[in-house]
């Protein structure tokens, strides 16, 4: 596991009509605002970011947020994530970004690898 181009890890918030509440997990090498944008366009329902972090693992964070909270998939990429996920997400990215950190620093594989980029 090498680090991949550092992007931003996102958590937005799409609120249905009818009141039900989705969230997306992904990551983009913008602003995450601008995701919003794209997101909105032919989405009549109001979208909107409640976390960022920024990642050196993106692609590898985003797939572990995916993987631990699949068991709450709506629809590829949007959840029914519960209150606590939600509020603690920023703490639960930079525990898994730990991880990751500790998993390349303590490997010399990985260490040689990374070196050769």
């Known amino acids: 596991m090498i680090k991949n181009n550092p992007k931003w890890v996102y958590l937005m918030r799409c609120i249905e009509t009818d009141g039900t509440v989705s969230y997306k997990i992904g990551y983009t090498k913008n602003d995450p605002k601008k995701r919003i944008k794209q997101l909105q366009t032919g989405n009549k ?12 693992y993106s692609t590898r964070l985003e797939a572990t947020l995916h993987n631990n909270y699949a068991h709450y998939s709506e629809n590829g990429e949007w959840f029914d994530l519960p209150k606590d996920i939600v509020e ?8 898994y970004e730990n991880n990751f950190n ?16």
């Open 45 to 56: 329902n109001e979208i909107d970011l409640i976390h960022k972090f920024w990642s050196e």
């Open 88 to 95: 603690n997400f920023l703490s639960i990215c930079e525990k």
């Open 102 to 117: 500790l998993l390349v620093n303590s490997n010399t594989y990985l260490q040689d690898l990374k070196n050769r980029h």
